[in-house]
């Protein structure tokens, strides 16, 4: 289904309102657009966030040019920050924000505004960006993106981001937002499910024969693929191994680092298969390296597939991503001259290589993240394109652009996993054909008509036709594993250098018990390997019975029929978890997982983790003692915990818990959060018990 893209400039009406009043756009509540035209300093000095371009006159000159610390900043925010350190504050920085013009105000939803300021910030010009959020009469500050080098692109940011600043601050002001999908709940299930698996038993195929048709009939296929699935990469490896494929597949391109390319070149062209090379490319590829061993294992299938091929028929593979030489990226301004737009990098880097002499002689097979797969996505506008790398090279070639969609969970390009698609009506459809692999086209039949949900992060919009052009599903979610490490990849002078990279990125060295290949080696083991942390966070496969609601149905049986034995158990595993803490032998990522329990921790999950490992080392955990069942203020149940550690340490702590739809299991909340408790947060340094 082709958009025409249209300026969402033309769609709003962009008025001179200086009092603040937003001019009503064409797309009714979408975004309201006005001009100001005032400096910072045009202002009357007193503090108004009446409106937001005042809001914004008020931080830049009472905020930001005087270096406020936290605390200040929370008085006049969404956020609560807890730091009492000032700032300082150049003269001439107090004179580029005082001096900053602000342009524009782009206001969304009526309650989440981005004013547009043009100013200057050391030696460049642009156009500041920051987010207000009206609650209580108040345009509050809830965050900035920093200077955009144009105005358009500063638009564009907002138009991509608007949606998602607003939830948050949503959620920061404990509100809830409308449903997005406004899926009802389904009357005859079987009747609803039935044109699915009829889709499924008609037009379904076997995926192998489906994409070496797919070979044939497009001169570039993409795999939209979730990294470091094992079954995936070794079913693109049973493709590259069957003899047709080189007859229609001359190229792999891959979202690795390019400055490689000669490197893998020369792997590919030995007589030996020498996998340390392509081992090196992966360590360059961010600050960790890339220790999957399906992606080493499909490079060595291309290898071993051309050894039986002729100099003219041999596969190639070309690197398509973003640079990353470390070993010129001493300092982190060096980072700058490589970091790109890394959509339109890989897609004129293919389509470059389409034109060349070599790229036109057979087909391509481009094998990247869902997220850059994606063709024709379209911002909360509906006019604003998703510019992924398949958006760009659907700009190209058109039809000859076949785009596979793999199956995965509501997922967020962080890897957080809130769901099944489309509620698991997908999944449920593959159960009832016994979850055989099949592959089949989007665009016709049911499937193709589903709206796609599948990156909520995203914020983008259409059918998952509009997105891909097929879908390929080989195993259940249930049973997949994240991808088993590459054996050796974490030699000591590599260990070195990921640290180096960590201080250089990110201005911290590594934890301690990480600064050796064993320790590494044992935070990535949590996961790599292991069966996929999404199991626990796919909810239901017939959540689509009951719709969008279907979590608070579920929440609000449980909260009305809680026991305090289901609670004490959820504790349980908690203080299991802390009886056996073992920085050694789990990582803080892993140590939830590894005992079972599921706690939310109000900020800084890993400094929680290190408070306990500290503070269990030199007192272990002597005793626990779970006071009655309770509720607060809004009926949440909650329990007091009284904790006795080695040497007399005694202190009770109120554990608050919410039902988690997903997980199916009580959340437990603030209890363990001594590294945010002002009397406990240092105990692990000085050893010193607080006065009660």
Known sequence: MKKIVIDLVLLVCVCHIASGEPAKSEQGDFIKVYEVNKKVSDFPEKEDLSTPEAAYATIMRDYMAKGASGVEWSKISTMKLKSTERRTVSPEMVQNYLNARIVE???????????????????????????????????????????????????????????RIYKTNLERMGE???????????????????????????????????????????????????????????????????????????????????????????????????????????????????????????????????????EEKKIRIRLVDMQRPWEKILDRKDWGQYNVDRDFFMAQNILKDRRSSRGKQRHGFFITGMGHAME?????????????????????LGDQLFTIFQHVPVMTNRGAVSGRLALGLIDTAFAQLEDRPVAFTLQNGPFGTLAFDGMPDGNIYGDFRDGYDAYLYLVPLESEIFSPLIEGFYSKEYTAEIDRRNRLMNGKHLDENLITPGGITTL??????????????????????????????????????????????????????????????????SWENKFGFNYLTMTRWDVMYKWWCDVTKEHPLESVEYGQLSRNNKGLPQIEVTTTLKGGITFSKEFLFEYDALQDSWQAQYGLDLHLDNKWKDFPETGEIPLS
């Not at 981005?114 to 910030?121: K, Y």
């Not at 009206?134 to 965050?143: D, E, K, Q």
């Not at 609803?192 to 192998?208: C, N, S």
């Not at 394109?385 to 700009?395: F, V």
């Open 105 to 163: 105000v782009r206001i969304f939803k009526e309650r989440t505004a981005r004013v547009f300021a043009e100013m200057q910030a050391n030696g460049t010009t642009g156009y500041d960006q920051r987010s207000l959020f009206f609650h209580n009469g108040r345009w509050l500050n809830s965050g900035h993106d920093g200077l955009a080098p144009t105005l358009e692109a500063a638009r564009k940011t907002f138009t991509r981001k608007c949606e």
């Open 176 to 310: 809830s937002d409308t449903a997005r999908w406004n899926r009802p709940p389904i009357d005859n299930p079987e009747a609803h499910l039935q044109p699915y698996v009829d889709f499924l038993k008609k037009e379904g195929r076997q995926p192998h024969t489906f994409m070496m048709k797919a070979f044939k009939e497009h001169e570039l296929v993409t795999m939209g693929e979730v990294h470091n699935r094992p079954r995936y990469w070794a079913f693109n490896a049973e493709l590259v191994r069957d003899p047709a494929f080189a007859e229609l597949v001359g190229t792999i391109y891959l979202e690795l680092p390019l400055n490689h390319q000669e490197n893998i070149d020369h792997f590919l062209s030995k007589a030996v298969c020498e996998k340390e090379i392509v081992i090196n490319m992966l360590r360059d590829f961010m600050e960790w390296g890339w220790p999957c061993q399906p992606t080493l294992d499909f490079f060595i299938a291309v290898w071993e597939t051309n050894q039986n091929l002729p």
């Open 376 to 396: 024709e996505f379209y911002y909360i506008d509906h006019t604003t394109p998703h510019e992924s790398a398949g958006w760009h090279l659907k700009q190209v």
């Open 524 to 589: 990535r083991s949590s996961f790599w390997g292991q069966p996929r942390q999404w199991i626990r966070r796919l909810g239901p496969e017939n959540a689509w019975h009951h719709g969008d609601q279907w979590k608070i149905k579920r929440q609000q049986e449980h909260l009305a029929n809680v026991r305090r034995e289901e609670l004490t158990t959820e504790l349980d595993k908690i203080y299991r978890g802390i009886r056996e803490i073992d920085p050694t032998e789990q990582s803080w990522e």
